[in-house]
């Protein structure tokens, strides 16, 4: 068969299957659609069914295959996380701010604080450092990972719950937001290179500078002209901070967090968003699948998964509580937006897989670090359905 027509199988095989199970098996409750298609990518991956059927996989998942569908991926992530950067509103944030830095701080500190703990004992054990990566590296990076909040998920299930422009719904969006933007920080931090540090400064002068420019720029173009020079903005910021050693994702979020919201206009954002969840993401969800690593691990693996999940959702939920008394919240309150901002999945993976790109962890804790997003992810609406309603009864 031609490689065409291999990745057009590849294609069907990801759109289909993972829709197929949705749909017919009726998971929406504890498992939408994303969550689905991460855990499809897994399931159609090298460690289930390429282990099972190892034919398949080479014949399928040919390394021309791949490396089309990774271009494809990068694109998706790229764009996916541009637009996670363009809803950031931080002067939202700014209007209420002891409130919303106080959650925030303690939001994240507290479970990165416990998953740093957890990496530390993960660290005591060969096979979980990455080749390229240093001690303190792995142990932030394993930390930030069960402190992440997948901003974009969350509002997938506050729209779910029906709170999304509810005042609630607000709240969690500026606590979200303001962890969102220190993530991608210490992101930045994790990947400083000393060896490359004169690229990297280069860097920051050249989006500093630029940055300038662009904004003034979309001030003086149309809606529609805006969408076309913020794709070639995006794709530029991309390359120079590969090229400067920090990652493209990171040239990605930064590209779109100096851009407005309201340039863009808020009902065409949210249908472009939709359509990279619907059109390509699928393929970002295919190509994580295929990296994951249960061979070199086995069950450690699954033990690992589950010390990271305890990690993230109890220091979750220690912070927001310790927020909540020091802010008097109402009661039940702060069990609600605990479980919330522990969701997890797209923003923690593509984190991990930087970490992994990088060679700072292996593929065993990125795989790892894999289940305890899906994990974390699908307790999420289950937990907080009923939760909710007791609270909302209260009021």
Not at 152 to 181: C, H, N, T
Not at 215 to 243: F, H, K, P, T
């Amino acid at each position: 068969m031609t490689t065409t027509e291999l990745f057009l199988i590849a294609l069907t095989i990801i759109f289909a299957v993972p829709y197929l199970f949705w749909r017919l098996l009726k998971t929406d409750y504890y498992a939408p659609l994303v969550v689905v298609q991460i855990v499809g990518g897994i399931i159609l991956g090298p460690g289930v069914l390429g282990a099972a059927y190892p034919a398949y996989y080479q014949t399928v998942f040919a390394p021309e295959v791949i490396a089309a569908l990774n271009g494809i991926a990068w694109w998706a992530v790229m764009m996916f996380v541009f637009v996670a950067g363009v809803e950031l509103d931080l002067s939202a944030a700014w209007k209420d701010r002891r409130e919303t830095t106080t959650t925030a701080a303690l939001a994240l500190f507290t479970p990165l604080a416990l998953g740093a703990l957890a990496g530390m004992a993960i660290l005591a054990f060969p096979g979980w450092l990455g080749p390229q990566g240093t001690y303190v590296q792995a142990l932030l990076g394993i930390g930030m990972s069960c402190a992440v909040t997948a901003l974009p998920i969350l509002v997938l299930l506050m729209e779910k719950l029906g709170i999304f422009r509810e005042p609630l719904g607000q709240r969690l969006l500026r606590y979200a937001s303001l962890d969102d933007l220190a993530i991608w920080g210490v992101l930045a931090l994790i990947l400083l290179d000393w060896e490359r540090i004169s690229r990297q400064g280069a860097f920051l002068l050249f989006f500093a500078v630029f940055a300038w420019g662009m904004r003034r720029l979309m001030q003086r173009i149309s809606e529609n002209d805006r969408w076309y020079v913020s794709l070639v903005w995006l794709a530029l910021c991309g390359l120079v901070a590969d090229w400067a050693g920090l990652h493209y994702m990171v040239g990605a979020f930064l590209a779109g967090c100096v851009l407005d919201r309201e340039w863009f206009g808020e009902k065409r954002l949210d249908e472009f968003r939709g359509v990279v969840l619907l059109c390509v993401m699928p393929v970002f969800f295919l190509s994580t699948g295929l990296r994951t690593d249960f061979s070199s691990g086995g069950v450690a693996v699954f033990a690992v998964a589950l010390l990271l999940l305890a990690a993230s959702v109890a220091g979750k939920l220690l912070g927001v509580h310790i927020a909540g008394r020091i802010l008097k919240w109402q009661p039940g309150e702060a069990s609600v937006i605990g479980w919330l901002l522990q969701t997890k999945a797209l923003i923690m993976i593509i984190f991990a897989n930087v970490l992994l790109d990088k060679e700072i962890i292996t593929g065993q804790t990125f795989t790892a670090l894999l289940l305890m997003a899906v994990m974390s992810t699908m307790l999420t609406v289950p937990v907080v359905t009923p939760k909710l309603k007791r609270m909302l009864a209260k009021d």
